[in-house]
């Protein structure tokens, strides 16, 4: 039975009408028309699906939409303040950290969630942290450069 | 005006026109007129119609080929069909566009991959982009500079000679403030232009091309602006689930939709071999394909991923020579040491992250398609054969694909698909093939089979290499190295499924063929050096004569800092060298390598290529490391498992794509060659990853591992033979 389900999307609060049980990325991808979230492998293996909710990384393509019920999603679509990149972004663009770029949202979102607990993180840890997260055109090197030095500029977590 | 540059005013040119060609340019507004150039090379000499020879052998057609536009705003428009699938030709094409015409690289705007906007284009493969289109495209734009000149000397009153071009204008080099704006020029006419060959700059005179560009489309990728075809959404558009065999050959026994047509908004197609549910909710779909109950009845095939080479051999076609030199027999003769041994390489899936989608839509009868491909023109074709429609009647838009490596060219089934149930729903219908399906129709690269018999003299020179390969194909297979006697027979094509041969599709991979010739041939290299007794380094300048690739080797071994320390135990050097799309590439590389386990760890790869002038190092770089760590996962893990047409590897749980924890340290080097126009820079530094690691594991631990991907087992079976 279709359900009323609330949640916060990109800072805006959003109603929607729809079985609780549908799944999260057809949700944000369909009936919100997002096309930050990508659709890689469905089973949470790859992290092209990754959103943000409640500011962790989280695999959409997992979830069930009743389980946004009240929280607050951020997709790469909500993660730019006002017109400016956050350093992410900017750390990416810089570095030519992609290719196709189909990985690329899910990639930033990930290294988004670490460094919110880890600001300072060693190349091994940011590694570590990005194991899961997979990428066809091996833009690997430059993922991990462009997230050590986003951590620099953003020295210590400030911006978010 | 010179040649056979023909201007006019509006109407009465165009009637003059092709239909076709009159069609284009109403296709492309041209209200206010501009400066188009068409790619004719119809009458070019023959040198130059060979530089146009592509891929396959696919000419670059004798009809005009790209569409250049110089805008009454001053903008350069270039149409084409080629499409970014991140190798970056989005980036590269608009700097040798704006360096040959004198304009802004931000003056230049690409239309990449729209059948109805863009000349007919062969496809995006093979690292052709630049290599074979480039030329054309600055030769367009070099003719283009030329008309403007001349208009231009009507109006500044000065012969074309006395007139140079800089930033959008043309200005008498005498006194350069007086100068006209491209934009000026063009306004109010319409110029059609054939192309005859238009001289190029010299690289000595380049200001755009040669550096270092960040990808254009960085910033719509990072914010998650770009549109994938998944991303086209049109007003009613419904999602397709397709109902799938369980294995390749597997026929459909009892069908029982009633379960999914109970459902609400769920439309249940069915037509001919298509079997489809539709609603507008992609996850929605899904679920009502899962109600579909079939049965069906699986092949026994007998053949799995263990028993397909003994089946290759058995069918392989005859074959033919495609290189030889000296005599076989005489070799033999000279040989104090010979070496014999056959080399394994598995199907591999391309695996791009983004699955093939397709969106398709009807409208006056006239079909539009937006489609991950990289073929836009050849998969409009057979849309409209499938569909009974004029080729004109369906029009194919590329969007921004998410990774392609020879994996989205022809057949373009989910493009062929959407269209069809377009048509039968009267609404958009988007499919897009989740990551089971991408698995199970990929075109893998074949597995393959390589046999080389090769001797050496008691001074260490090659004397013989007689190499038969079964369906690798020929990309790579002549020996590089300068050797008296040798032969080389391929038997089976990466390209065609010979009846019979490979139990599912088979196609193009990132450098076909090229990766499993390499890895024979180098590990063979490496093998005879040790029969040889000599340094692997030392042994192949021994036996190279081919300046270009000494040049890279000893560029490798520099960076590598090669010989300079002895490798620890468990620890091996690894070298290939490789030729691929005209660029010379050699790869050094350091492994560990645990005995117990058999696990390999690549620690370090360096990588130095010569690929002639090259218009974006960074952008040429970045698609080196993009090679060296995709080529990880050919070399030690890929690999489809399968049994009687069923394929076991359907998703990245048991089907490893190489991670950010196999990365080892990259140094990529690039080799100046600027007198070469560019070489191809998609794929060549993929082609010797299998090799350099199997030497580098043959240097740690003497174990010659015969058959890619090097997995533990693999590994621990040869290091049981030593
Ligand atoms: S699509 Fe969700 S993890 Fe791959
Ligand atoms: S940039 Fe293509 S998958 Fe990562």
Not at chain 2, 74 to 85: A, D, P, Y
Not at chain 2, 287 to 305: V, W
Not at chain 2, 418 to 434: E, H, T
Request: proline share 5%; with cysteine.
């Amino acid at each position: 039975m279709p359900e009323s389900i609330r949640f916060t999307l990109n800072a805006k609060p959003v109603t929607i009408t729809a079985e609780g049980d549908r799944n999260l990325l057809s949700v944000l991808r369909t009936d919100l028309g997002l096309t930050g979230p990508k659709f890689g492998c469905g089973e949470g293996i790859c992290g092209s699906c990754t959103i943000l909710l409640n500011n962790e990384p989280v695999r959409s393509c997992q979830m069930k939409v009743k389980d946004v019920e009240g929280a607050s999603i951020v997709t790469i679509e909500g993660l730019a303040k006002d017109g400016a990149l956050h350093p992410l972004q900017n750390a990416f663009i810089a570095h030519d950290a992609l290719q196709c770029g189909y990985c690329t949202p899910g990639m930033i979102l990930t290294a988004h969630g670490f460094l919110s607990h880890t600001p300072n993180p060693t190349r091994e840890e940011t590694i570590a942290a990005m194991e899961d997260n997979l990428c066809r055109c091996g833009a690997h090197k430059r993922i991990v450069e462009a997230i050590q030095d986003a951590a620099k500029t953003m020295k210590g977590g400030q911006a978010s | 005006m010179s040649k056979k540059m023909r201007q006019d005013q509006g109407q009465q040119e165009i009637s003059l026109l092709s239909v076709t060609r009159r069609q284009f340019l109403k296709q492309m507004g041209i209200v206010g007129g501009g400066i188009f150039v068409y790619f004719n090379v119809g009458n070019l000499d023959a040198w130059s119609l060979t530089k146009r020879e592509g891929f396959l052998n696919a000419k670059i057609p004798t009809d005009f080929n790209a569409f250049l536009r110089v805008g009454t705003d001053g903008k350069i428009s270039c149409f084409t069909g080629k499409i970014e699938m991140g190798q970056g030709a989005i980036t590269s094409l608009p700097q040798m566009l704006a360096e040959e015409l004198d304009v802004s690289y931000d003056a230049v705007n690409l239309v990449m991959g729209d059948t109805d906007l863009c000349p007919w284009d062969v496809g995006t493969f093979g690292s052709l982009s630049i290599r074979h289109f480039g030329i054309v495209l600055r030769e367009a734009a070099s003719e283009a500079k030329g008309v403007l000149k001349e208009l231009a000397g009507d109006i500044l009153k000065q012969p074309a000679i006395d007139l140079g071009t800089r930033d959008g204008f043309v200005y008498v080099k005498a006194t350069p403030a007086q100068k006209v704006s491209y934009a000026q020029l063009t306004q109010g006419k319409i110029i059609e232009k054939h192309l005859d060959t238009p001289p190029l700059k010299p690289h000595t005179e380049y200001a755009i091309m040669g550096k270092s560009m960040l990808h254009q489309d960085a910033r719509d990728k990072v914010t998650g602006k770009a549109k994938y075809a998944g991303d086209i959404r049109l007003p009613g558009m419904l999602y397709a689930a397709i109902l799938r065999p369980p294995a390749h050959g597997a026929e459909l026994k009892n069908l029982d939709l009633s379960g999914a047509k109970q459902m609400e908004d769920v439309l249940v197609i069915e037509d001919g071999d298509l079997i489809a549910v539709l609603h507008p909710f992609p996850d929605k779909a899904k679920k009502a394909l899962a109600k579909i109950k079939a049965e069906y009845t699986t092949p026994e095939t007998g053949l799995d991923h263990d028993t397909i080479f003994d089946h290759l051999q058995a069918v392989a076609p005859v074959g033919k020579t495609t290189s030889s030199a000296g005599d076989l027999e005489t070799g033999r003769g000279m040989a104090a040491h010979s070496l014999e041994e056959t080399y394994l390489n598995s199907y591999v899936a391309h695996a791009p992250m983004e699955p093939h989608t397709a969106v398709a839509s009807f409208e006056n009868g006239k079909c539009t398609v937006w489609a991950s491909t990289q073929t836009p023109f050849s998969t409009r074709d057979r849309i409209a054969a499938v569909l009974n429609l004029k080729p004109e009647m369906v029009r194919m838009i590329t969007p921004f694909v998410g990774g392609g490596f020879g994996g989205k060219g022809e057949p373009g089934n989910q493009a062929v698909e959407a269209a069809r149930l377009a048509k039968i729903v009267g609404k958009p219908v988007q499919v897009a093939w989740s990551r089971e399906e991408e698995f199970f129709y990929d075109t893998f690269r074949p597995a393959a089979i390589v046999k080389i018999k090769s001797g050496i003299d008691a001074g260490g020179k090659i004397v013989y290499w007689d190499n038969t390969v079964y369906f690798a194909g020929e990309g790579g297979s002549a020996p590089i190295y300068d050797i008296p006697h040798s032969r080389t027979v391929i038997r089976g094509e990466w390209r065609q499924n010979d009846p019979g041969s490979h139990p599912f599709a088979v196609g193009p991979w990132r450098a076909p063929a090229n990766n499993t010739n390499t890895y024979a041939q180098e590990l063979q290299i490496h093998m005879l050096a040790a029969k040889a007794g000599m340094d692997p380094l030392a042994f192949r300048l021994h036996n190279l004569k081919d300046q270009r690739m000494i040049g890279v080797l000893e560029a490798a071994a520099k960076q590598f800092g090669w010989g300079s320390t002895k490798s620890a135990d468990g620890r091996g050097y690894g070298i290939s060298c490789g030729i691929d799309t005209g660029t010379y590439v050699a790869h050094m590389a350091e492994v560990e390598v645990d005995k117990n386990t058999g696990k390999i760890k690549v620690k370090r790869v360096v990588c130095a290529q010569d690929m002639g002038f090259v218009v974006n190092p960074q952008g040429a770089k970045i698609q080196m490391e993009g090679c060296i760590t995709m080529g990880l996962g050919y070399a030690l893990a890929e690999e489809i498992h399968f049994k009687n047409g069923k394929i076991f590897d359907l998703n990245f749980d048991s089907y490893q794509l190489p991670r950010f924890s196999w990365l080892p340290e990259i140094e990529t080097v690039l080799v100046d060659n600027k007198d070469l126009p560019p070489q191809g820079g998609g794929e060549p530094a993929i082609v010797g990853m299998g090799a350099v690691l199997a030497c580098a594991v043959f240097d740690a631990t003497g174990a010659k591992v015969l058959q890619l991907p090097m997995t533990s087992e693999r590994v621990k079976k040869a290091l049981a033979t030593i």
